[in-house]
Each structure stands twice: as C-alpha cells, then as structure tokens.
C-alpha cells in the first residue's frame, strides 16, 4: 500500500474511492506468498537442499535456504509488487 501511495498515486487513489483497494492488496498478498513459496521451493530443488542436507549440516542448509529466500523475495518484488 505505501508503495502505491508513494509510486503510483492514481492507481492508488483510484483503488481507494473505488472501494477496491483492500481486495486488489489481499489479491496481490496471495499471489506474492504463492509465487514466493514457488520460487523458494523450485531453487531449493535445483540447489539440491534436502532434509538429508538439513540432518547432517544444519547451518550450511539455513546459510544456503536463507540465500534463497533473499532470492525468491527479490524476484517476487520485481515481478509483482514494484510492477
């Protein structure tokens, strides 16, 4: 919301009185945690983190898990959040 108040005015404002505002956010919500958990989910794979991974060396899986993550929000907020 504070980017659409700050980048996108007339989206915004447009949302606002038109008393869409709180959906077009909970939509966009949904779609950013789905495709965040996606993307998280598919570099994990590729990277071939596994339980096993997690097991035997537990802070390599979360340094490596963390790095993905960063990935994956990054992504998230240039396709659809800052777009």
């Not at 915004?12 to 939509?27: E, P």
């Not at 919500?29 to 965040?36: I, R």
């Amino acid at each position: 919301m504070r980017y659409l108040k700050r980048h996108r005015k007339l989206l915004y404002y447009n949302l606002l009185t038109g008393g869409k505002l709180s959906g077009y956010l909970y939509d966009l919500d949904q779609q950013a945690e789905e495709l965040f958990f996606r993307l998280v989910k598919q570099m994990s794979e590729r990277e071939g983190l596994t339980e096993r991974l997690k097991a035997e060396n537990p802070m390599e899986w979360v340094k490596r898990m963390n790095s993905i993550r960063s990935a994956a929000a990054e992504t998230v907020n240039a396709e659809l959040i800052f777009n």
